[in-house]
């Protein structure tokens, strides 16, 4: 089976950097994406292909890759991106999509 | 502008059937992949599967195989997801969404639908 991995909960206090997780073998193949969901909305496209940032998305939006791990750093965190974050790729051969199983991100 | 405006909530049995649905509009419907995704309460997303509307080609993940049908009108630019016998546990919110070109990743999201079975 493959999977994606990400921590449960990344708590930072504002101001400071956030850096959420997501590991999975397939991530040396093939590119992450990583969403946002606040409560009660649907989910955003935040970062893709590893590391581009969408229009409208804040510069503080940065993603990176290394071997089968991919991260997203949120710095300067604000309190507005308090949410869900989730990592998304696909299996090895490209023909399953896949979510990892969410990070909830704590503005102290 | 970009929209997929997706069926309003649904109170159901178990043993029910149901058909949701979402309607793309704002570009050419037939040439991208819809999936559908379902959140489960306090859970996370996990991808149920896609159709490319253009040809109806149907992709599931294993996990959804044989419990739901994924289906698409592309002269009504709507795609479907139904059950033929519901279950509690597919109480739920489904997102539809549309893919890139490359069918990399979910570009753009309905609103969801709100699922619910209880007897």
């Known amino acids: 089976s493959y999977e994606l991995t990400q921590p449960p909960s990344v708590s930072v206090s504002p101001g400071q950097t956030a850096r959420i997780t997501c590991s999975g073998d397939?991530?040396?193949?093939?590119?992450a994406y990583w969403y946002q969901q606040k409560p009660g909305q649907a989910p955003v496209v935040v970062k893709y292909?590893?590391?581009e940032r969408p229009s409208g998305i804040p510069e503080r939006f940065s993603g990176s890759s290394s071997g089968t791990t991919v991260t997203l750093t949120i710095s300067g965190v604000q309190a507005e991106d308090e949410a869900d974050y989730y990592c998304?790729?696909?299996?090895?051969?490209?023909?399953?999509?896949?979510f990892g199983g969410g990070t909830r991100l704590t503005v102290l | 502008e970009v929209q997929l405006v997706q069926s309003g909530a649904e109170v159901k049995k178990p043993g029910e059937s149901l058909k949701i649905s979402c309607k793309g509009s704002?570009?050419?419907?037939?040439?991208?992949?819809i999936a559908w995704v379902r959140q489960m309460p306090g859970k996370g997303l996990e991808w149920m599967g896609i159709?490319?509307?253009?040809?109806?080609?149907?992709r599931y993940s294993p996990s959804f195989q044989g419990q739901v049908t994924i289906s698409a009108d592309k002269s009504i630019s709507t795609a479907y997801l139904q059950w033929s016998s519901l279950k509690a546990s597919d109480t739920a919110m489904y997102y539809c969404?549309?893919?890139?070109?490359?069918?990399?990743?979910?570009?753009?999201w309905g609103q969801g639908t709100l699922v619910t079975v209880s007897s």
């Open positions: 969404a549309r893919l890139t070109g490359g069918a990399e990743y979910f570009q753009h």
């Open positions: 704002g570009y050419s419907f037939t040439t991208y992949w």
């Open positions: 159709i490319y509307p253009g040809d109806s080609d149907t």
């Open positions: 397939a991530l040396s193949k093939q590119y």
């Open positions: 292909k590893d590391s």
């Open positions: 998304q790729s696909s299996d090895s051969s490209g023909t399953y999509l896949l």
